[in-house]
């Protein structure tokens, strides 16, 4: 039997398509069909200059939105020579690493709604709301930020700030404990989860796997500690790993994640020196020699890559976009095939997948 | 079994302990505050002490805005011929298709006559395709609606300031370490 699945269904995280020959219970083949967010941002790039391309890179990855934004300054600082201040360092890592806590929230709302549990949904976003009532202090926006700019970030933060995260920082670590301790260790959460949508550690490289689901398999590699961008070196933090890649090792992961964030949130804010928070370049017009980068950084979802070539002009001249949920959800064939029709939905959740970033 | 126990005694205990607060607010009802640097629909400022726009129709911020909702024209300045206002140049006319704008606040960083703010208005639904291009009359309202409720100061106004206070504090500074070391000077001298 042939079954639609969206692209309007509430289990898809977004307009996707997925179309399942079923026999009985069981998934024979899936045909995943993407683009129905399809905006051409890469190719708008090309027709922006260089400080409003930041603007784009913001509705990429609609749920981690200061980490689409740092890769971005990143590859034209890395064209440009440019050196960004310290301070300026600081609080976009602080600022990233918050916003990796808020996505993995919202992934362990959606998976325990795929999973049929309503509570952590509440509990989960209600920790998302409170992350977000700070970046709207911090850059006047709760999703759309424009915050960073080549060179730095638009403005330092504001006076109350140091008081602001005091007082979320506890709030937020019982929010990230609760959503664990409700949803992790769950007799019916593991049932559904457990031996479900395993891939083998090889399969996970061929299919360029990248970010939780790829250390969910067993192999230890993330950006942060493979390549270190940024500040990243200066950080004490431990890299999770799962142990066979099934979806509940994904799910481990991500949560055993919040806490490794929230240790480099504080260890951070203790560094943070003062000082100016954008380089006298980035100010004025952003003119990059020729040339060409390629610039990675590793997103809440995997590994971001920007492949950048300026002809010298105030545009870039080809901007292309590695998105990990992309890669990632190229495996859905192999994990669907000869799974439960049930099952498909816990699987497509568990890969964490943001359609602005998969259709760009 | 035992362990499905368990997730029930956790249920309830989360039930009864856990008696918080309600975090939902009751939003279009109850309105909600916003933090200062909200980044609302751009509107445009008005200079109380002359009477007039601060905007001068210069077209940097259309130039720089990545959507191209906005659009001005210049003209020249009644008020500078009579000798009352510094501008020489002044907007005629200006619209931003607020249904295009993606509030990204470019504009108002690229401004250098403070004419253009994000303020804090949100709530501009309409029913008209084109309800929300508003015109300059409009455009100058939210401003004054939002200069009035924030006690705007224009940020060149407050970074002069500033600057001011720095050097201030830097000339006090250098005026002690020289007073100091003349004292020195003349204690060595006695
Ligand atoms: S708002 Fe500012 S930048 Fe835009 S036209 Fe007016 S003066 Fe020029
Ligand atoms: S906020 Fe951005 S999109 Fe809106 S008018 Fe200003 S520059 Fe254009």
């Known amino acids: ?295 990675r950084a590793e997103n809440p979802r995997g590994e971001i890559g920007v492949h950048l070539i300026s002809n010298g002009t105030d545009r870039p001249y080809r901007l292309k976009i590695r998105p990990p949920s992309f890669c990632n959800l190229s495996a859905i064939k192999h994990l669907l095939r000869n799974s439960w029709i049930a099952d498909s939905v816990v699987i497509l959740g568990s890969l964490d997948i943001v359609l602005g970033e998969v259709d760009r | 079994m035992l362990n499905s126990v368990k997730g029930m005694m956790l249920t309830l205990a989360s039930t009864f302990t856990g008696l918080r607060k309600p975090v939902t607010r009751q939003y279009p009802t109850v309105p909600t505050p916003v933090q200062p640097r909200f980044m609302g629909f751009p509107a445009l400022t008005w200079d109380d002490g002359v009477g007039e726009p601060y905007c001068t129709g210069c077209m940097v911020c259309i130039r720089n805005c990545p959507t191209q909702c906005m659009s001005a024209s210049m003209m020249d300045n009644p008020l500078n011929e009579e000798g009352k206002s510094s501008r020489r140049k002044i907007v005629d006319y200006f619209e931003i298709n607020l249904n295009r704008c993606i509030l990204c606040g470019i504009c108002v960083e690229v401004c250098n006559f403070d004419a253009i703010v994000m303020s804090h208005e949100h709530e501009m639904s309409t029913y008209q395709r084109n309800g929300d291009r508003v015109d300059l009359p409009a455009l100058l309202d939210i401003g004054k609606k939002y200069q009035v409720n924030t006690a705007w100061i224009p940020p060149t106004v407050l970074a002069k300031a500033k600057k001011e206070a720095e050097d201030a504090a830097k000339a006090a500074a250098a005026a002690e370490a020289s007073s100091g070391e003349t004292a020195a000077a003349g204690q060595e001298a006695t």
């Open chain 1, 1 to 295: 039997m042939l079954l639609n699945m969206g692209p309007q269904h509430p289990s898809t995280h977004g307009v996707f398509r997925m179309v399942l020959w079923v026999d009985g219970e069981k998934i024979v083949d899936v045909e995943p069909h993407i683009g129905y967010l399809h905006r051409g941002s890469e190719k708008l790039c090309e027709g922006e200059q260089y400080h409003q391309v930041i603007t784009l890179f913001d509705r990429l990855d609609y749920v981690a939105n200061f980490n689409n934004e740092l890769v971005y300054c990143q590859a034209v600082e890395k064209l440009m020579g440019l050196d960004v201040p310290e301070r300026a360092e600081y609080i976009r890592v602080i600022l990233c690493e918050l916003n990796r806590i808020a996505s993995h929230l919202l992934y362990v709302g959606t998976i325990g709604l795929d999973a049929g549990a309503m509570t952590p949904t509440m509990f989960a976003f209600r920790g998302r709301e409170r992350i977000q009532a700070l970046f709207e202090a911090v850059s006047g926006a709760r999703m759309m930020h424009n915050y960073f700019r080549i060179g730095g970030v638009k403005e330092d933060l504001p006076g109350n700030f140091e008081q602001m995260m005091g007082e979320l920082l506890p709030l937020l670590r019982e929010d990230v404990e609760e959503s664990d301790r409700i949803l992790t260790f769950n007799e019916i959460f593991l049932s559904r989860l457990k031996d479900v949508g395993t891939i083998s550690a090889e399969d996970a490289v061929d299919f360029g796997f990248t970010g939780p689901c790829l250390r969910g398999c067993g192999i230890e590699y993330d950006v942060r500690r493979a390549q270190p961008y940024s500040i990243y070196d200066r950080f004490d933090f431990d890299i999770p790993v799962g142990l066979d890649g099934d979806c509940w090792d994904r799910h481990w992961v991500r949560v055993q994640e919040m806490y490794e964030s929230l240790k480099i949130v504080d260890q951070a804010l203790e560094q943070m020196p003062a000082g100016e928070v954008v380089s006298s370049l980035g100010r004025r017009l952003i003119r990059p020699p020729a040339g060409e980068v390629y610039v």
